[in-house]
Structures are given as structure tokens and as C-alpha cells.
């Protein structure tokens, strides 16, 4: 729900897309406004609209919808063990996160990455490896648990 927030404020806007059919511009006195007036030489000064870009405070607000939907899902059907639903969450939202950073416009520094990955991304590989190692852990004392029993 927060990115609905993010979307609505114009912050955490997408790199440029001129060709886009569902690219989106926001108003005067927005982040993006303000950041293509001073980035883009062919901006034009009377501009009420910033340049289009992707929306990608959507991609993540339906993304984490999905994640929600999917991660219920497998807790109703699945259920492994006790517990596998934050290493799912942790892995899936890393996973998410480290796709919709390649379509991000709002300037994220990348010394952790080394140019390659923007540091938001270097943080997702680490939630997602984060997520796995759990699952493992969980898993194993899930069955050495029943083991005992």
C-alpha cells in the first residue's frame, strides 16, 4: 500500500520511456519533474508534465499483492513446516525488488554494487539468500522435529 503512496508523491519513478504504452508523466513540483528539468537538456522549461517513465511504484504495489496472493496460497495448500512463510516472503520480495531496481529512474547509487547493481539490488541478493538459508534451516528442524516424535 505504500508504494500506492510513492506513486501518488511522484518519488520512486522509472527511467524514461518515451515508447512505452503505459508510461506515465507526473505534474509540476514533483521528484521526477524537478529531476528531468535538471538531467535533460531537451526538457522543455514550459513543461507541465514530467518525460514519461515507467511506473514502477505499480510494479511494485502489484507485485507485492501477487506475492501476498501466492505466498496465502501455498500456506493453505502447501505448508511445508512451521515457518516457511517469511524465508518465501524474503526470497520473493528480494527476487521482485531486484527486477522492478532495473527499471528505476530516481538516481539509486550503485558503490555497492560495483556499477553493475544499484545498492538496493546488492540488498535484494542478500534478502533472497537470506530467504533460502532459512528455508533450509526451518526445513531441517521441521524434519528432525518429526523425526523425534
Excluded at 110 to 117: E, I, K, M, P, V
Aim: with cysteine.
Amino acid at each position: 500500500i505504500g508504494r500506492f503512496g510513492c506513486f501518488f508523491n511522484g518519488c520512486c519513478y522509472g527511467k524514461r520511456s518515451d515508447t512505452l504504452p503505459w508510461a506515465i508523466s507526473f505534474p509540476k513540483g514533483s521528484y521526477a519533474y524537478a529531476t528531468h528539468a535538471e538531467q535533460y537538456p531537451d526538457f522543455p522549461s514550459t513543461a507541465e508534465w514530467s518525460c514519461p517513465v515507467h511506473p514502477t511504484q505499480l510494479y511494485s504495489a502489484f507485485s507485492l499483492i501477487l506475492i501476498f496472493c501466492l505466498i496465502f496460497w501455498l500456506r493453505r495448500k502447501w505448508n511445508p513446516f512451521q515457518g516457511f512463510v517469511m524465508p518465501c516472503y524474503l526470497f520473493l520480495a528480494g527476487f521482485y525488488r531486484l527486477i522492478v531496481e532495473f527499471f528505476r529512474g530516481d538516481g539509486n547509487p550503485t558503490n555497492l554494487g560495483f556499477g553493475l547493481l544499484s545498492n538496493q539490488q546488492v540488498f535484494c541478493l542478500g534478502m533472497m539468500l537470506t530467504g533460502v538459508i532459512m528455508f533450509e534451516i526451518l526445513r531441517r528442524r521441521s524434519a528432525r522435529l518429526k523425526a523425534a516424535a
